[in-house]
C-alpha cells in the first residue's frame, strides 16, 4: 500500500503558527531536531505494509528522506485535489493499487506499529473508506493538556484522526460532496450539514452512536464506510495551534532523551562482555602455553645424553 502525505500548507500571516514557519511550510516546522514531516516519514518508512511514499507539497530540495521510496508532487491548491494527484501516482506506480493510505505531515507523534496496525485492521473487510477517530479518553490520557474540539454522540465523545484508509475510486467518484467535507472537517455540525438534514438533526440531538452515524453518513454519499476507533492518541494529535506545537515539541524531545539514554547504556555494556571474553581467552591461551613449555622441559630432561 502506497502513503500520500499532504504537506502543501503554507501558514499566512494571520495563522497563529507563522512566527514558526517563517514563511515555509508548515510540514517543516522544527519539532526535537527534525522538521514535523520527517518524524511522519520516518515512522512509514519502517513500516511493513508500505510500498512508496508521496509527498505532496514539497520538492526534492526540501532535504526530507525515507526508507521507502519516496516520490515529490506539487502542490495542486485544494486538500482533494493534492489526494487525487497522490492518488493517480500510485496507480502509475502500480495499475493493481486498490487502497491508499492518507496520511497528514502534522502527526508528528505517530509511530510505525500504528502504522501497520491502522492497515491491518482496516483490510480485514473491504469497505471504500476508513475514517479514524479517537476517544476524548485516550486523547486526553495521552495528552492532557492537547485542547482538542470534541464531538459529542450518543455512545462517544470523539476527535478525528489524520491518518485514513481510501479505495483509490473514491478520488474519482463524490468529489464535490468530499471537497465540502473536507474543507469543513474541524467543524463537525457543517459536516453533519453537508451530507443532510437527517444526519445534522442527528448530530445536534445527540441521537445517533458513532456506527448509526457511519450508516446514516454512507447511505447519503453512496459508499461504504466504516469507522476506525483508535487505542492510540498520536495519530490523532496534530499540529494546529502553537501550545500544540510546543506540547509535542517537549514530548518527542522527552522520547529522544530516553533514547539516547539507553543507546548509550546498552554502548557501555557491550564493550565490558566482550573485554571480559577476551581476558579470558588471554588467560586460558597462556595456561595452554605454559604446560606446553612445562611438558617440553621435562621431556627434554628425560632423554639419556649421547656418549
Keep these: 500500500m502506497d502513503a500520500i502525505v499532504t504537506a502543501g500548507g503554507i501558514p499566512q500571516p494571520d495563522d497563529p503558527l507563522y512566527t514558526y514557519s517563517h514563511g515555509d511550510a508548515k510540514a517543516l516546522i522544527d519539532i526535537a531536531g527534525k522538521p514535523m514531516i520527517q518524524w511522519v516519514l520516518d515512522a512509514l518508512g ?14 526534492p530540495k526540501s532535504g526530507v528522506t525515507c526508507k521507502k521510496p519516496l516520490h515529490f508532487l506539487s502542490n495542486q491548491g485544494r486538500m482533494l485535489a493534492n489526494i487525487v494527484a497522490g492518488v493517480n501516482k500510485s496507480l502509475e506506480l502500480n495499475k493493481k493499487t486498490k487502497y491508499v493510505l492518507v496520511v497528514s505531515s502534522d502527526i508528528p507523534a505517530v509511530k510505525t506499529e500504528m502504522v501497520d496496525w491502522l492497515v491491518e485492521t482496516c483490510m480485514q473487510t473491504r469497505d471504500d473508506l476508513y475514517y479514524g477517530v479517537c476517544p476524548r479518553e485516550v486523547m486526553e490520557a495521552r495528552f492532557p493538556g492537547s485542547k482538542r474540539t470534541y464531538t459529542r454522540l450518543k455512545d462517544i465523545e470523539l476527535c478525528g484522526a489524520d491518518m485514513h484508509v481510501s479505495h483509490v475510486r473514491m478520488a474519482t467518484e463524490h468529489l464535490d460532496t468530499w471537497e465540502s467535507l473536507m474543507g469543513s472537517r474541524k467543524t463537525p455540525w457543517k459536516q453533519a450539514g453537508i451530507v443532510g438534514f437527517g444526519t445534522l438533526f442527528a448530530y445536534l440531538t445527540r441521537s445517533d452512536t458513532l456506527d448509526e452515524l457511519v450508516q446514516r453518513i454512507s447511505k447519503r454519499i453512496g459508499i461504504k464506510g466504516r469507522a476506525i476507533v483508535w487505542p ?3 495519530p490523532c494529535m496534530d499540529v494546529d495551534k502553537p501550545h500544540q506545537l510546543e506540547l509535542l515539541r517537549e514530548d518527542l524531545a522527552r522520547q529522544e532523551r530516553k533514547t539516547l539514554a539507553h543507546q548509550k547504556r546498552a554502548a557501555k555494556k557491550t564493550p565490558v562482555k566482550r573485554t571480559m571474553k577476551t581476558t579470558a581467552g588471554k588467560a586460558a591461551t597462556a595456561k595452554k602455553t605454559a604446560a606446553r613449555s612445562a611438558k617440553a622441559a621435562t621431556q627434554s630432561k628425560a632423554k639419556p645424553k649421547r656418549k
Excluded at 46 to 59: A, E, M, Q, W
Design 46 to 59: 519502517d513500516s511493513k505494509h508500505v510500498d512508496n511514499v508521496i509527498v505532496i507539497g514539497l520538492s
Design 232 to 234: 492510540h492518541a498520536e
